[in-house]
C-alpha cells in the first residue's frame, strides 16, 4: 500500500500513536501501520500543554496511563491537536505530529554523567555528587576570579569567568530561576537563544514602535489584503500559523507574496514570487519606499499624524558616500548626536506639519531613498524589475485606509550582520502604508522557538533586566545615574511616554529579587546587580573562551555546539574550558564535543581537558508552567508525566545548586557573599520551587495597601497585582517583569483562561493572557484617526463611548484620553509618534543602508565602494581570518528550516528522523550542471572555516540570478543534522557560517556567506 506524506502523518497522529516509529519505520511493513489502534481514552488522563518547537504555540492535549496511585508513574502515549486553541483549532504540523517520539525518545537522558579530563566516555555519577562537586566549582572559581571593583574603584560585583545559557522552550518559571541564580552569582555573560534568532527584532521594532514584538497576533493574519512573505518562510518553518495566511487568501482574497532565494513551500502557494540574492533586502526594502514616495502610495494623514515624519533633525544631521555623520573609523563607530530631532526651548521636538521643511523627517528620507530606483534594486538584488515593480504596485495600493498589509518575517531577516535594519525597512514601509495598528496589518516577527519570546520578555540577555529594562553599565555607578539615563523624556508634549515609569518597574524588580534586604538606603540594592563593562554576548564569550578567559560554562535546554556560528570554533572554544555542566533532556553535541564522531566531530579525547556534568532535564510535557507565544500569549500548560529514570524538572536542579552554593557561602565564607545570600529565594521548596509560586512573583504583589491618587484602597498587602498601573517606586510593590503584571491576579492564573469566544476581527481576549494588559493588536490607537474615527469601519478595534475607549480589543491607549487630544498612538516612544527615522537607537543609522554581506560576491558595494559593509560591524581578529573570498569561495550560501525538522530538536524524534533522515544540501540545476553533479550525488560545501558533506537535492527552486553584471548562484543548506540524534549521522550546519553578527544584536549571519561545492 502507498502512503502520501499527509496520510502518513494522519495515521500517526490519529491511529497509531506509541507504536508509531516501531511501526512506521523501515520494517517490518509499512501496511501494519494502517491497522488503527484501539485507545482506552476513557482511562486515560487529559492534560494540556502546548507544542515545544516553534513560537505558534499550538494547543496540544496529552494522554497518560498511570493511576496517579503513590510510586505508579503516569506515561503519555498519546497526543493530538487541541480542537479548542483559537490558532491551532486542532491542527498540528509534522514537528508537532512527532510530539510524542520525542517525549520518549531514546536520545533522553536518564541520569547524572560525569566525563573526567581526557577521558573517552561517560561514568554515571549520583544527584548528590554532582550538586556537591558543581557548587563546589562554582564557589572556587567565583571567589578566585569575582571583580568586586574595576580599575576606578566602582563597584560592579561581577564574575566573568563562568558564563551560563539558557533555554528557549522551558517555562517562563524556569526561565526566571536560571535569572535569579545568575544574577546573585553576579554573571554577566548570560544570554538565551533569543541572541541566536530574534535580537535584531528587539533592536528593530522597539525603537520603531516601542516593543520589540510582534505586533498583531496569528489569526489577525487572515483579515490582511496583502501578505508579504520576506526573510521567512512560515509554510515550513511555522506551518499552523500559516494557516491564517491562507485564510486571508480564502476569504478575504488576499494576494501572498514572496521574496526569497529559493521557492520555497510558501512561494509554492503565493500569488506572486520573487527570487532576491541572500543579504540583499535592505536594498530590495529601500526601494519599495522610493516607489512609494515617489508614487505618492503613502496614508497620508496616518504619516503626517502618527509618524515622526514632521519632526525636524538636527542641522548638523548628514550622510555622504555610505557613511552618516559622526563616523570614527579608528572605533569602527559612530558618535550618535546629530541623529536627533531640533529641539525647542521647551526640551520638545520641533515639527512641521507640512512635511515641506528641507530637514522634517520626510524629505531626508526621500533624499535617502532616491538612490535605490528599481534598476538599482534589481543591480544589487537580481531581483528582476517587473517582479519588483508589481510587488511595489500591489503593497502600494494598501496605502488606502480600507486596506491593510501584513509583513511575515523570522530569521531570513534577523540573522544577517544587517539583519535589525532590513527590519526597519519593512517597519518604515507599513508607516507610511498607515499599516501599523490595523488589524490586518502590522510587523508580525515570527518567532522561532516557543518560548523565546518569554525568554526575551524575562531578560536572560546579558546586557538586560526583566521588562526591556537594561542591566546597568559600570558608568552608572549609582541608582540614581542609572534610573536618570534610563527614563526617558517627553519629546513632544502631551504624549503618554509611558517608559517615563522606569523606576517604578525597576524598583519592584528590586523587591522582587532582594525582598526585605532591597531598602531605600541601600538603593534597593542596586549594587547587587552585576555591572558590566564590554559586551558578554554568545559570539564574545565564545571568543573569550577560545582566549582561556573563561573557566566554567552551565548550557541549560540549549545546544551552542549546533547554534554558535563557526563549529569548528566553537569545538576549540569548549575545549579551553575547564569545566561545563550541560542541563537538557536529550544528549546534545554540546555534552559530547569532547567525542570523535569521524568526519563530522573529528577530534581526540585525550587532548581535550574540560570535564563535564551532564544532568538530565524534564522536557515540556513534564512540567508545569507557561510558554509566550509570538503573538506574546502566555499560555499555562500542564504536566502529564513525571521525567523519566532520575531526570529532574528544571528548576529542581537550580534550585539544588543555588542552595547547596548559599550553603557554602554560609559555612565558609567567600567573596560578596552578600546577593547569594540575600537574594529573595524564600520559597516554599527552596529546593524545588513550585511554578505557581514563580509565575505570582513575575506578576508581581502589593507590599502594602496601594491608594490611588483620589485615596481610593487599590490593593491590600499581600494581593497579587491587578496590573502593571498599580507599580509604586517607593517599595510597596513587587514584580519581577512588569509586563507580565495582570498574567495571575486575585482572580487566578489569567494564563490558564480558556475561554475561545471571538470579540470581533479574530480577538480572543479569554484565551489565555497577552502582555502587556491582555492586548492583542498593539498600538490599535492607530486604527483609528485623531478624532477616533476608524480609519477603515469594517475592522473596528476600537471606539470612544464618550469617556472610555472600548472595542474587540483592549486600548493600547491611555483608556480615557478622549479622541481629538494631542495624544498620539505609539505611547511607549518618547514623542509618541511611529519612527521613520530612528534617531539614535541603532548603530549604523537613522535610516536603513544596503551594505554587503562580510563575505560577499561582489568586488565592491554598488552603491559606494569605499565603504562596501556595515561600517559598524564587531569582527574579532580571530574570526576576520576566517572570513573567505569569492575567488576561492564563489557561490552564495544560505541556511534554513525544512518542514519536517525543528532545529536541533526534531533529530531525536524517530518519527521525523524517518520522513527526514538524511542531511542534503539544495542546488541549482545550472550549476550542478556546472560541477557535473547528479541528484543524489554526496557533495562537499566548503568554507574558510570547515566543511560538510551531504547528499545533493538538485533543484529548480534556486536559480542563477544577475547581480551587477555578474552570474550568482546560491546553495541551500538546511540546517537539522549533526552527529547525535536517531537521524543518520551527520554534520552540523554551522560547521560553515562566519562568526559575525547584526551589529545591534550579534545575532549571528546565518543568511549570506560564501562556499564552495564540489562532487565528492
Ligand atoms: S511546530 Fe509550530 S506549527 Fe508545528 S505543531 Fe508545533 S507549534 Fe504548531
Request: aromatic fraction near 10%; hydrophobic fraction near 35%; charged fraction near 25%.
Given at each position: 500500500?502507498?502512503?502520501?506524506?499527509?496520510?502518513?502523518?494522519?495515521?500517526?497522529?490519529?491511529?497509531?500513536?506509541?507504536?508509531?516509529?516501531?511501526?512506521?519505520?523501515?520494517?517490518?511493513?509499512?501496511?501494519?501501520?494502517?491497522?488503527?489502534?484501539?485507545?482506552?481514552?476513557?482511562?486515560?488522563?487529559?492534560?494540556?500543554?502546548?507544542?515545544?518547537?516553534?513560537?505558534?504555540?499550538?494547543?496540544?492535549?496529552?494522554?497518560?496511563?498511570?493511576?496517579?496511585?503513590?510510586?505508579?508513574?503516569?506515561?503519555?502515549?498519546?497526543?493530538?491537536?487541541?480542537?479548542?486553541?483559537?490558532?491551532?483549532?486542532?491542527?498540528?504540523?509534522?514537528?508537532?505530529?512527532?510530539?510524542?517520539?520525542?517525549?520518549?525518545?531514546?536520545?533522553?537522558?536518564?541520569?547524572?554523567?560525569?566525563?573526567?579530563?581526557?577521558?573517552?566516555?561517560?561514568?554515571?555519577?549520583?544527584?548528590?555528587?554532582?550538586?556537591?562537586?558543581?557548587?563546589?566549582?562554582?564557589?572556587?572559581?567565583?571567589?578566585?576570579?569575582?571583580?568586586?571593583?574595576?580599575?576606578?574603584?566602582?563597584?560592579?560585583?561581577?564574575?566573568?569567568?563562568?558564563?551560563?545559557?539558557?533555554?528557549?522552550?522551558?517555562?517562563?518559571?524556569?526561565?526566571?530561576?536560571?535569572?535569579?541564580?545568575?544574577?546573585?552569582?553576579?554573571?554577566?555573560?548570560?544570554?538565551?537563544?533569543?541572541?541566536?534568532?530574534?535580537?535584531p527584532t528587539v533592536s528593530a521594532l522597539a525603537p520603531s514602535f516601542g516593543r520589540g514584538a510582534m505586533t498583531n497576533n496569528w489569526v489577525d493574519i487572515k483579515n490582511a489584503n496583502v501578505v508579504l512573505?520576506?526573510?521567512?518562510?512560515?509554510?515550513?518553518?511555522?506551518?499552523?500559523?500559516?494557516?491564517?495566511?491562507?485564510?486571508?487568501?480564502?476569504?478575504?482574497?488576499?494576494?501572498?507574496?514572496?521574496?526569497?532565494?529559493?521557492?520555497?513551500?510558501?512561494?509554492?502557494?503565493?500569488?506572486?514570487?520573487?527570487?532576491?540574492?541572500?543579504?540583499?533586502?535592505?536594498?530590495?526594502?529601500?526601494?519599495?519606499?522610493?516607489?512609494?514616495?515617489?508614487?505618492?502610495?503613502?496614508q497620508h494623514e496616518y504619516v503626517r499624524h502618527y509618524t515622526n515624519a514632521s519632526l525636524i533633525v538636527r542641522e548638523d544631521f548628514g550622510f555622504d558616500e555610505g557613511l552618516f555623520s559622526g563616523y570614527?573609523?579608528?572605533?569602527?563607530?559612530?558618535?550618535?548626536?546629530?541623529?536627533?530631532?531640533?529641539?525647542?526651548?521647551?526640551?520638545?521636538?520641533?515639527?512641521?506639519?507640512?512635511?515641506?521643511?528641507?530637514?522634517?523627517?520626510?524629505?531626508?528620507?526621500?533624499?535617502?531613498?532616491?538612490?535605490?530606483?528599481?534598476?538599482?534594486?534589481?543591480?544589487?538584488?537580481?531581483?528582476?524589475?517587473?517582479?519588483?515593480?508589481?510587488?511595489?504596485?500591489?503593497?502600494?495600493?494598501?496605502?488606502?485606509?480600507?486596506?491593510?498589509?501584513?509583513?511575515?518575517?523570522?530569521?531570513?531577516?534577523?540573522?544577517?550582520?544587517?539583519?535589525?535594519?532590513?527590519?526597519?525597512?519593512?517597519?518604515?514601509?507599513?508607516?507610511?502604508?498607515?499599516?501599523?495598528?490595523?488589524?490586518?496589518?502590522?510587523?508580525?516577527?515570527?518567532?522561532?522557538?516557543?518560548?523565546?519570546?518569554?525568554?526575551?520578555?524575562?531578560?536572560?540577555?546579558?546586557?538586560?533586566?526583566?521588562?526591556?529594562?537594561?542591566?546597568?553599565?559600570?558608568?552608572?555607578?549609582?541608582?540614581?545615574?542609572?534610573?536618570?539615563?534610563?527614563?526617558?523624556?517627553?519629546?513632544?508634549?502631551?504624549?503618554?511616554?509611558?517608559?517615563?515609569?522606569?523606576?517604578?518597574?525597576?524598583?519592584?524588580?528590586?523587591?522582587?529579587?532582594?525582598?526585605?534586604?532591597?531598602?531605600?538606603?541601600?538603593?534597593?540594592?542596586?549594587?547587587?546587580?552585576?555591572?558590566?563593562?564590554?559586551?558578554?554576548?554568545?559570539?564574545?564569550?565564545?571568543?573569550?573562551?577560545?582566549?582561556?578567559?573563561?573557566?566554567?560554562?552551565?548550557?541549560?535546554?540549549?545546544?551552542?555546539?549546533?547554534?554558535?556560528?563557526?563549529?569548528?570554533?566553537?569545538?576549540?572554544?569548549?575545549?579551553?574550558?575547564?569545566?561545563?555542566?550541560?542541563?537538557?533532556?536529550?544528549?546534545?553535541?554540546?555534552?559530547?564535543?569532547?567525542?570523535?564522531?569521524?568526519?563530522?566531530?573529528?577530534?581526540?579525547?585525550?587532548?581535550?581537558?574540560?570535564?563535564?556534568?551532564?544532568?538530565?532535564?524534564?522536557?515540556?510535557?513534564?512540567?508545569?508552567?507557561?510558554?509566550?507565544?509570538?503573538?506574546?500569549?502566555?499560555?499555562?500548560?500542564?504536566?502529564?508525566?513525571?521525567?523519566?529514570?532520575?531526570?529532574?524538572?528544571?528548576?529542581?536542579?537550580?534550585?539544588?545548586?543555588?542552595?547547596?552554593?548559599?550553603?557554602?557561602?554560609?559555612?565558609?565564607?567567600?567573596?560578596?557573599?552578600?546577593?547569594?545570600?540575600?537574594?529573595?529565594?524564600?520559597?516554599?521548596?527552596?529546593?524545588?520551587?513550585?511554578?505557581?509560586?514563580?509565575?505570582?512573583?513575575?506578576?508581581?504583589?502589593?507590599?502594602?495597601?496601594?491608594?490611588?491618587?483620589?485615596?481610593?484602597?487599590?490593593?491590600?498587602?499581600?494581593?497579587?497585582?491587578?496590573?502593571?498601573?498599580?507599580?509604586?517606586d517607593d517599595g510597596s510593590t513587587s514584580s519581577y517583569c512588569w509586563v507580565f503584571a495582570g498574567s495571575w491576579t486575585e482572580a487566578g492564573n489569567q494564563m490558564a483562561r480558556r475561554d475561545n469566544a471571538?470579540?470581533?476581527?479574530?480577538?480572543?481576549?479569554?484565551?489565555?493572557?497577552?502582555?502587556?494588559?491582555?492586548?492583542?493588536?498593539?498600538?490599535?490607537?492607530?486604527?483609528?484617526?485623531?478624532?477616533?474615527?476608524?480609519?477603515?469601519?469594517?475592522?473596528?478595534?476600537?471606539?470612544?463611548?464618550?469617556?472610555?475607549?472600548?472595542?474587540?480589543?483592549?486600548?493600547?491607549?491611555?483608556?480615557?484620553?478622549?479622541?481629538?487630544?494631542?495624544?498620539?498612538?505609539?505611547?511607549?516612544?518618547?514623542?509618541?509618534?511611529?519612527?521613520?527615522?530612528?534617531?539614535?537607537?541603532?548603530?549604523?543609522?537613522?535610516?536603513?543602508?544596503?551594505?554587503?554581506?562580510?563575505?560577499?560576491?561582489?568586488?565592491?558595494?554598488?552603491?559606494?565602494?569605499?565603504?562596501?559593509?556595515?561600517?559598524?560591524?564587531?569582527?574579532?581578529?580571530?574570526?576576520?581570518?576566517?572570513?573567505?573570498?569569492?575567488?576561492?569561495?564563489?557561490?552564495?550560501?544560505?541556511?534554513?528550516?525544512?518542514?519536517?525538522?525543528?532545529?536541533?530538536?526534531?533529530?531525536?524524534?524517530?518519527?521525523?528522523?524517518?520522513?527526514?533522515?538524511?542531511?542534503?544540501?539544495?542546488?541549482?540545476?545550472?550549476?550542478?550542471?556546472?560541477?557535473?553533479?547528479?541528484?543524489?550525488?554526496?557533495?562537499?560545501?566548503?568554507?574558510?572555516?570547515?566543511?560538510?558533506?551531504?547528499?545533493?537535492?538538485?533543484?529548480?527552486?534556486?536559480?542563477?540570478?544577475?547581480?551587477?553584471?555578474?552570474?550568482?548562484?546560491?546553495?541551500?543548506?538546511?540546517?537539522?543534522?549533526?552527529?547525535?540524534?536517531?537521524?543518520?549521522?551527520?554534520?552540523?550546519?554551522?560547521?560553515?557560517?562566519?562568526?559575525?553578527?547584526?551589529?545591534?544584536?550579534?545575532?549571528?549571519?546565518?543568511?549570506?556567506?560564501?562556499?564552495?561545492?564540489?562532487?565528492?
Amino acid at each position: 500500500m502507498e502512503l502520501g506524506r499527509r496520510q502518513f502523518f494522519k495515521l500517526c497522529t490519529v491511529g497509531a500513536a506509541g507504536a508509531t516509529a516501531a511501526t512506521l519505520g523501515f520494517a517490518p511493513a509499512i501496511a501494519n501501520a494502517t491497522q488503527p489502534r484501539q485507545y482506552k481514552l476513557l482511562r486515560a488522563r487529559e492534560t494540556r500543554n502546548n507544542c515545544t518547537y516553534c513560537s505558534v504555540g499550538c494547543g496540544i492535549l496529552m494522554y497518560s496511563l498511570g493511576d496517579g496511585a503513590k510510586n505508579a508513574k503516569s506515561s503519555i502515549f498519546h497526543i493530538e491537536g487541541d480542537p479548542d486553541h483559537p490558532v491551532s483549532r486542532g491542527s498540528l504540523c509534522p514537528k508537532g505530529a512527532g510530539l510524542l517520539d520525542y517525549i520518549h525518545s531514546d536520545q533522553r537522558l536518564k541520569y547524572p554523567e560525569y566525563r573526567a579530563p581526557g577521558s573517552d566516555k561517560w561514568q554515571r555519577i549520583s544527584w548528590e555528587e554532582a550538586i556537591e562537586r558543581i557548587a563546589r566549582l562554582i564557589k572556587d572559581d567565583r571567589d578566585a576570579n569575582f571583580i568586586e571593583k574595576n580599575e576606578k574603584g566602582v563597584t560592579v560585583n561581577r564574575w566573568l569567568s563562568t558564563a551560563m545559557l539558557a533555554s528557549s522552550a522551558a517555562s517562563n518559571e524556569t526561565g526566571i530561576l536560571d535569572f535569579y541564580f545568575a544574577r546573585a552569582l553576579g554573571i554577566v555573560g548570560l544570554d538565551c537563544q533569543a541572541r541566536l534568532c530574534h535580537g535584531p527584532t528587539v533592536s528593530a521594532l522597539a525603537p520603531s514602535f516601542g516593543r520589540g514584538a510582534m505586533t498583531n497576533n496569528w489569526v489577525d493574519i487572515k483579515n490582511a489584503n496583502v501578505v508579504l512573505v520576506m526573510g521567512g518562510n512560515p509554510a515550513e518553518a511555522h506551518p499552523v500559523g500559516f494557516k491564517w495566511a491562507i485564510e486571508a487568501k480564502v476569504r478575504n482574497g488576499a494576494k501572498l507574496i514572496v521574496v526569497d532565494p529559493r521557492f520555497n513551500r510558501s512561494a509554492a502557494v503565493a500569488d506572486l514570487y520573487s527570487p532576491i540574492r541572500a543579504g540583499s533586502d535592505v536594498a530590495f526594502l529601500m526601494g519599495v519606499v522610493n516607489y512609494l514616495l515617489s508614487n505618492d502610495k503613502i496614508q497620508h494623514e496616518y504619516v503626517r499624524h502618527y509618524t515622526n515624519a514632521s519632526l525636524i533633525v538636527r542641522e548638523d544631521f548628514g550622510f555622504d558616500e555610505g557613511l552618516f555623520s559622526g563616523y570614527d573609523e579608528a572605533a569602527r563607530k559612530y558618535d550618535k548626536s546629530s541623529w536627533t530631532y531640533e529641539l525647542d526651548g521647551d526640551g520638545f521636538a520641533k515639527r512641521d506639519l507640512s512635511l515641506t521643511h528641507p530637514r522634517c523627517v520626510f524629505q531626508l528620507l526621500k533624499q535617502h531613498v532616491s538612490r535605490y530606483t528599481p534598476e538599482r534594486v534589481t543591480q544589487i538584488c537580481g531581483t528582476p524589475k517587473d517582479d519588483f515593480l508589481e510587488i511595489c504596485r500591489i503593497l502600494g495600493e494598501t496605502s488606502a485606509p480600507d486596506r491593510t498589509a501584513t509583513f511575515l518575517y523570522a530569521l531570513g531577516w534577523t540573522q544577517h550582520t544587517s539583519g535589525a535594519q532590513m527590519i526597519r525597512g519593512a517597519a518604515m514601509i507599513q508607516l507610511l502604508l498607515g499599516n501599523i495598528g490595523m488589524s490586518g496589518g502590522g510587523i508580525n516577527a515570527l518567532r522561532g522557538h516557543s518560548n523565546i519570546q518569554g525568554y526575551t520578555d524575562l531578560g536572560l540577555l546579558s546586557t538586560r533586566l526583566p521588562g526591556y529594562m537594561n542591566l546597568p553599565t559600570d558608568q552608572q555607578t549609582d541608582l540614581a545615574t542609572y534610573l536618570a539615563q534610563s527614563t526617558p523624556k517627553a519629546l513632544l508634549p502631551e504624549q503618554i511616554n509611558y517608559y517615563k515609569n522606569t523606576p517604578k518597574f525597576f524598583v519592584s524588580l528590586m523587591k522582587d529579587l532582594w525582598g526585605d534586604k532591597a531598602t531605600r538606603e541601600n538603593g534597593w540594592g542596586f549594587d547587587w546587580l552585576p555591572k558590566w563593562d564590554r559586551p558578554y554576548d554568545m559570539l564574545a564569550v565564545q571568543d573569550l573562551m577560545t582566549e582561556g578567559r573563561i573557566n566554567g560554562y552551565i548550557v541549560q535546554g540549549f545546544n551552542p555546539l549546533a547554534a554558535m556560528p563557526d563549529k569548528n570554533k566553537g569545538v576549540e572554544a569548549l575545549s579551553r574550558l575547564k569545566w561545563m555542566v550541560v542541563i537538557d533532556p536529550l544528549a546534545t553535541e554540546t555534552s559530547t564535543f569532547w567525542q570523535n564522531h569521524g568526519e563530522p566531530n573529528d577530534v581526540d579525547p585525550a587532548k581535550i581537558r574540560t570535564e563535564v556534568f551532564r544532568l538530565p532535564s524534564s522536557c515540556f510535557a513534564e512540567e508545569n508552567g507557561a510558554i509566550v507565544n509570538s503573538g506574546r500569549w502566555l499560555q499555562w500548560h500542564y504536566a502529564g508525566a513525571e521525567p523519566p529514570g532520575e531526570a529532574w524538572h528544571d528548576g529542581k536542579i537550580i534550585g539544588h545548586l543555588f542552595m547547596k552554593v548559599r550553603e557554602l557561602y554560609q559555612r565558609e565564607g567567600g567573596v560578596c557573599p552578600e546577593p547569594i545570600l540575600n537574594l529573595n529565594w524564600n520559597f516554599r521548596r527552596p529546593l524545588d520551587p513550585e511554578p505557581e509560586e514563580v509565575a505570582k512573583r513575575a506578576n508581581g504583589y502589593a507590599l502594602a495597601d496601594l491608594y490611588d491618587d483620589g485615596g481610593k484602597l487599590v490593593a491590600r498587602k499581600g494581593e497579587l497585582l491587578g496590573d502593571f498601573s498599580l507599580l509604586r517606586d517607593d517599595g510597596s510593590t513587587s514584580s519581577y517583569c512588569w509586563v507580565f503584571a495582570g498574567s495571575w491576579t486575585e482572580a487566578g492564573n489569567q494564563m490558564a483562561r480558556r475561554d475561545n469566544a471571538d470579540t470581533g476581527l479574530g480577538c480572543t481576549p479569554g484565551w489565555a493572557f497577552a502582555w502587556p494588559q491582555n492586548r492583542r493588536i498593539l498600538y490599535n490607537r492607530a486604527s483609528a484617526d485623531p478624532q477616533g474615527q476608524p480609519w477603515d469601519p469594517a475592522r473596528r478595534i476600537l471606539e470612544w463611548n464618550g469617556s472610555r475607549w472600548v472595542g474587540c480589543d483592549v486600548a493600547d491607549f491611555g483608556a480615557s484620553v478622549p479622541p481629538g487630544s494631542a495624544t498620539a498612538p505609539f505611547i511607549m516612544l518618547p514623542e509618541g509618534l511611529g519612527r521613520l527615522f530612528s534617531t539614535g537607537a541603532l548603530n549604523e543609522g537613522p535610516f536603513p543602508e544596503h551594505y554587503e554581506p562580510i563575505e560577499s560576491p561582489l568586488a565592491a558595494n554598488p552603491l559606494h565602494p569605499k565603504v562596501s559593509q556595515n561600517p559598524t560591524v564587531r569582527l574579532y581578529e580571530r574570526d576576520r581570518a576566517r572570513m573567505g573570498s569569492r575567488d576561492e569561495f564563489p557561490y552564495v550560501a544560505t541556511t534554513y528550516s525544512i518542514t519536517e525538522l525543528f532545529r536541533h530538536w526534531t533529530k531525536h524524534s524517530r518519527l521525523n528522523a524517518i520522513i527526514q533522515p538524511e542531511q542534503f544540501v539544495e542546488i541549482g540545476e545550472k550549476l550542478a550542471a556546472e560541477k557535473g553533479i547528479r541528484a543524489g550525488d554526496i557533495v562537499k560545501v566548503t568554507t574558510k572555516r570547515g566543511y560538510i558533506k551531504a547528499k545533493a537535492v538538485v533543484t529548480k527552486r534556486i536559480k542563477a540570478l544577475q547581480v551587477d553584471g555578474q552570474e550568482i548562484q546560491q546553495v541551500g543548506i538546511p540546517c537539522h543534522w549533526g552527529f547525535e540524534g536517531t537521524t543518520r549521522k551527520g554534520f552540523l550546519a554551522n560547521t560553515l557560517t562566519p562568526g559575525v553578527g547584526d551589529a545591534n544584536s550579534q545575532t549571528p549571519e546565518y543568511k549570506a556567506f560564501l562556499v564552495n561545492v564540489e562532487k565528492v
